[in-house]
């Protein structure tokens, strides 16, 4: 089946303009994350979405990232008045539940979207 | 404070050495250990978790509690392994699932 698809693959913007990055979890996952990796980085976590949920948003790192999902399937992260430090590859994951009961869900990842804020 | 630790940037060893990559994590609890592998224009992909406690591409990673590590080990490396590893820590918060807590990843060669 499908996995995890991001759009756009990349994006350039120039510092100050808002943009917008599209993430289709596979169908029926209800927890879906976004994490942002800088270059050499490994992922950081962002944000985390139970169907259309925002049950964690602690990772944001500035109130200029907004992210929804409000059908709870599709997802946006948008982040406005790109900043250069913004410039980095934001990945997404779903995975199929999303409460633990001793059991642990394998997360899947889509590419990401590479973001250069010039 | 909940922290993963990889810290080689680079390993390189020739095609039918041994390899060790290794992970060190800092979490007060019971965490669940990954690892996960990033192959040339792929994506991001779970290569084991700890709890499987299986060998997945002759590679296997045992949790040791006392040392707070989860080693990645393959005793004999292919071309084809040569890649990006990242370690990750999933906290097990009661009731709630927690995100994953990555290093900074280990790029693996693997010399013909």
């Known amino acids: 089946g499908a996995g995890v698809s991001q759009s756009p693959r990349y994006k350039v913007a120039k510092r100050g303009q808002d943009v917008a990055l599209r993430c289709d979890p596979i169908?029926?996952?209800?927890?879906l994350f976004w994490y942002q990796q800088a270059l050499g980085q490994g992922p950081e976590f962002l944000t985390y979405f139970q169907n259309e949920a925002q049950l964690d948003k602690s990772g944001l790192p500035s109130d200029r990232f907004f992210a929804e999902r409000p059908e709870g399937s599709v997802s946006t992260l948008k982040i406005q008045r790109t900043q250069q430090e913004d410039s980095a590859v934001y990945l997404c994951?779903?995975?199929?539940?999303?409460?633990?009961?001793?059991?642990?869900?394998?997360?899947?990842f889509g590419p990401g979207t590479r973001l250069t804020v010039t | 404070a909940q922290r993963v630790t990889q810290p080689e940037k680079l390993l390189s060893v020739f095609k039918g050495a041994p390899v060790e990559l290794k992970c060190n994590y800092s979490y007060s609890g019971s965490p669940e250990l990954f690892w996960y592998v990033q192959y040339s224009r792929q994506r991001l992909q779970l290569l084991l978790r700890h709890i499987s406690r299986e060998s997945i591409k002759g590679f296997t990673a045992d949790l040791n509690k006392g040392e707070t590590s989860f080693h990645l080990k393959k005793p004999f490396a292919q071309e084809e392994d040569s890649a990006m590893y990242y370690c990750?820590?999933?906290?097990?918060?009661?009731?709630?699932?927690?995100?994953?807590?990555f290093g900074k990843g280990t790029k693996l060669s693997v010399k013909p």
């Open positions: 990750a820590l999933r906290a097990n918060y009661g009731g709630s699932q927690g995100n994953l807590i």
């Open positions: 169908s029926g996952h209800v927890s």
């Open positions: 994951a779903s995975s199929l539940f999303g409460r633990t009961s001793g059991t642990s869900y394998e997360q899947y």
